[in-house]
């Protein structure tokens, strides 16, 4: 598999966004090489000389998007703001993250690139995973969330909880939309991990920062 290394120059970096795109718009097995090539108005020669095949594109895009995710991970991290306020921010772009592959995507991945589209998963996971035990010792450190939490084991409940959200039908079966859902969830992690203070800045901040949840869209 490619390295951080082999993600090539400047030009293709250019392209990469349009080509994810692409599939996004048109999916994966209906795009030929020849089709991004004509669309993105370069020679298919071009093209081959930045990868060896569609499977190889596909690397790299996701390639990409781990560096952007990180990036924007980075930039989240220079945030001044609390604990609490910054899980807010990381849940959005959690949520961000997976409604940006759409169902017939994420599903021609699975099937016909398989191996790719495991590992790009796996390193998405394990970021965001390492993203919320940071939030965590933050708020450990900021006496807002307790200090005799399992950090690794909170987290991992976090984030599959709210992966789970999106992937189970139990919206349909409650007849009750995400934001609800999410709602409870969140409230149920700050309380079950806040020391006093933090329960205390959560119920002074409850109304606005139910009102932010609101404007995180599934």
């Known amino acids: 598999m490619m390295e951080r290394s082999d993600i090539p120059n400047d030009r293709f970096r250019e392209l990469v966004e349009p080509i994810r795109d692409l599939f996004y718009a048109y999916g994966l097995k209906n795009l030929s090489m020849d089709d991004i090539s004509h669309r993105l108005g370069i020679s298919k020669k071009t093209l081959y000389t930045f990868v060896k095949n569609k ?6 895009i996701f390639l990409h998007e ?44 699975q099937k016909y690139y398989t191996q790719l589209y495991d590992l790009f998963v796996e390193r998405k996971r394990r970021n965001v995973f390492e993203g919320m035990k940071i939030n965590i010792q933050q708020g450990i450190n900021e006496q807002i969330y307790r200090d005799d939490i399992n950090v690794d084991l909170v987290a991992t409940i976090y ?58 869209k599934k």
């Open 66 to 109: 781990d560096d952007r995710l990180q990036l924007m991970s980075e930039e989240m991290d220079k945030l001044n703001i609390n604990a609490i306020e910054k899980l807010l921010k990381i849940s959005q772009l959690v949520n961000d993250e997976m409604k940006r592959i759409n169902p017939m995507i994420r599903f021609e991945m």
């Open 159 to 216: 984030l599959n909880s709210f992966i789970e959200l999106h992937n189970s039908d139990i919206c349909k079966m409650l007849d009750i939309n995400f934001i609800q859902l999410f709602e409870v969830l969140f409230e149920n992690h700050i309380r079950a991990i806040s020391t006093s203070t933090g329960l205390a800045y959560f119920e002074s901040r409850k109304k606005e920062i139910m009102e932010y949840i609101n404007t995180i």
């Open 55 to 60: 499977e190889e594109l596909l690397e790299k």
